[in-house]
């Protein structure tokens, strides 16, 4: 985002709920991997071994969330054993459900740079297909057959929308390099929070030794002054 915008003007990814890729069940998308070494630079290295990923285990913990796993404590916490997820960053194009492009759309602006988070089993159908056909050279058409399990098969495209428009210098290549410089910083948060074991057993309403409020009492003073001085200029 780079501009004026208000309520209901030019703020659809302003009020984006979330930054991660979820696939419905029975539609098709049509991705392109955007994460390549010399994106803090400003350019995308289409020719580099690999696009990036990054790889964390974690566990889910109810009441929490997912939680970057750093220890067998938040395992016992969880219940459950941690497992890989792995993510990156891709462009979601605008398509129709079959997975078409919508040229019109793009024109306008009408495209989703994203987060996805993955599984070993995705991750390993997608190396398999870079092998044989690299993304830094075509893009994935993904279709979803599952939206709660995120089940989905993957075929290879032939070129790379988002490379075209790098080496045509379209300003939504400009726009897209920019968000991914962005969300960069943010992927590990979309695998799981990074948060120490006494943050969980607080947000769990567990016993943690050495934790006192009085700190903060001590610092508020009196508020009820305050208040009523700002009641008075109402």
């Keep these: 985002m780079d501009g004026l915008i208000g309520f209901g003007q030019n703020d659809n990814k302003v009020l984006r709920k979330t930054n991660n890729f979820k696939a419905q069940g029975g539609n098709s ?32 913990i109810k009441g929490v969330g997912y939680v970057v796993a750093t220890g067998s404590e ?24 079959k997975g078409a492009l919508n040229k019109a759309a793009l024109k306008n602006g009408d495209y ?10 995705k991750y390993s159908q997608l190396a398999d297909i870079h092998a044989e056909s690299s993304f830094g050279e075509g893009d994935l058409k993904v279709s979803c057959t599952d939206t709660n399990f995120q089940k989905m098969t993957f075929i290879p495209k032939r070129n790379n929308l988002l490379k075209t428009l790098v080496d045509a210098n379209n300003p939504i ?18 695998i799981g929070r990074n948060l120490t074991l006494d943050s969980v057993r607080e947000k769990l309403g567990m016993e943690v030794e050495g934790v006192t409020t009085g700190g903060l009492n001590a610092d508020i003073g009196d508020i009820d002054d305050v208040i009523d001085d700002a009641l008075d200029g109402i």
């Design 112 to 121: 989703e740079v994203l987060i996805w988070v993955m599984g070993r089993d």
């Design 29 to 60: 998308y049509h991705l392109s991997l955007a994460w390549w070494p010399g994106f803090e630079g400003g350019n995308l290295d289409f020719e580099a071994t690999s696009p990036h990923f990054m790889a964390k285990n974690r566990v889910y």
């Design 173 to 190: 290549a400009k726009d897209i390099l920019e968000q991914v410089k962005g969300l960069a910083s943010e992927v590990e948060n979309s």
């Design 74 to 97: 938040f395992n016992e916490i969880a219940g459950n054993t941690p497992r890989t997820a792995i993510a990156t960053i891709v462009v979601k194009w605008p398509t129709d459900k």
